[in-house]
């Protein structure tokens, strides 16, 4: 642009560097505004040309070209470090290059490094189930979904989640007691639970001792299973995922005697199971009340699943059409619930 300028402005500047009047005819006939080329005038003033001054501080370490291999590497190694890609680079362009410059150009690609998202392993075969599954429920209105009794068991433990968790702290506070998760040997101990739910709120919730086989799994459906599904009526749907002692020959016989409706369920599916939210819930409130010992968590457990209430079971099932939209239009593959 200022080679062009230049190269063109035929009238003497001002001594004030301003343009002439013929160059403001120019400025009208090519639909360039004057306070444009006054800029232009005064660099030329001062310099004795138009031409941009070369630039002070250090020149960028890596050119365009650098820049798209830099990208192309990240975006086709989702998982590959900065140390990792700084490496590549001074392998190939022999030019070393520090991590924190890879780190600062891929932030202005828009690329930020993040911690994974935790899900499930999905083959193909569990894509096209979860796209059938959709497939087959999206024409389903929300009558049948408050019509299904949702079901599964989980983990609780004595000291929190097992999740990843932050702390606000300043430098030098690492060691604060306020600042660092404790731990116990052996973890501490946990409590195993089944639990269910339907649209009209919580069911029943079984603590499960040791390890749960077929067996008392069959026992838990006839203590607990079955007062919450006759609750919802004649049209009431069971869902439970496929768990091996979900599908026992024992477990498929006892649903059969029972003339219980079971829906069928995609494996690696916990994103459609709005339980799975609802224990969410359940154990942030349960960590909240501190307890000490097992006996308290199972009494705490208990008192905050009745206190659950039913507008958030219902909330829950609700989603459930956005769930399965999801699952479409993701083709099968992992949703964000």
């Not at 979860?130 to 989980?154: C, G, I, P, Y």
């Not at 702290?169 to 639990?195: F, H, I, S």
């Not at 069959?218 to 607990?224: A, E, F, P």
């Not at 349960?286 to 705490?300: A, C, F, G």
Request: charged share 25%; hydrophobic share 35%.
């Amino acid at each position: 642009m200022s080679k062009l300028l230049a190269t063109k402005m035929s009238t003497p500047l001002s001594d004030n560097g301003q343009m002439g009047p013929k160059v403001s005819i120019f400025c009208v006939a090519t639909i360039i505004f004057q306070h444009c080329l006054n800029p232009l005038g005064q660099r030329f003033n001062r310099t004795g040309s138009t031409q941009n001054r070369p630039r002070c501080g250090r020149p960028r370490k890596l050119c365009a070209c650098a820049k798209r291999h830099i990208q192309r590497m990240a975006l086709g190694n989702r998982r590959m470090s900065a140390a990792s890609i700084a490496a590549e680079v001074e392998g190939v362009g022999g030019q070393p290059v520090s991590a924190q410059t890879i780190r600062r150009t891929l932030h202005q690609i828009g690329l930020q490094g993040c911690r994974p998202r935790r899900k499930p392993l999905l083959k193909m075969m569990h894509k096209k189930a979860r796209k059938r599954f959709a497939a087959d429920k999206q024409t389903k209105d929300m009558d049948f979904w408050n019509h299904v009794l949702w079901s599964d068991e989980t983990k609780i433990n004595l000291f929190g989640s097992d999740g990843v968790k932050c702390v606000w702290r300043q430098p030098g506070e690492e060691y604060k007691d306020k600042c660092v998760l404790p731990t116990v040997k052996y973890g501490g101990g946990n409590v195993m639970v089944w639990g269910c739910m339907s649209a009209a709120g919580t069911g029943e919730l079984q603590f499960i001792e040791g390890t749960m086989n077929a067996n008392m799994y069959c026992d838990i459906l006839k203590q607990s299973m079955i007062p919450s599904l006759w609750r919802l009526g004649r049209r009431a749907v069971f869902q439970h995922d496929n768990d091996p002692k979900h599908t026992s020959k024992m477990t498929t016989a006892l649903l059969k005697k029972l003339r219980v409706k079971v829906m069928d369920w995609p494996s690696m599916s916990p994103d459609l199971n709005p339980i799975e939210h609802l224990w969410g819930i359940l154990k942030r409130k349960v960590e909240v009340r501190k307890v000490s010992n097992i006996h308290q968590l199972r009494d705490v457990i208990m008192e905050e699943w009745k206190r659950i209430p039913v507008a958030t079971c219902e909330a829950l099932v609700n989603s459930m059409p956005k769930r399965v939209k999801a699952v479409l239009e993701n083709n099968g593959g992992h949703t964000k619930y």
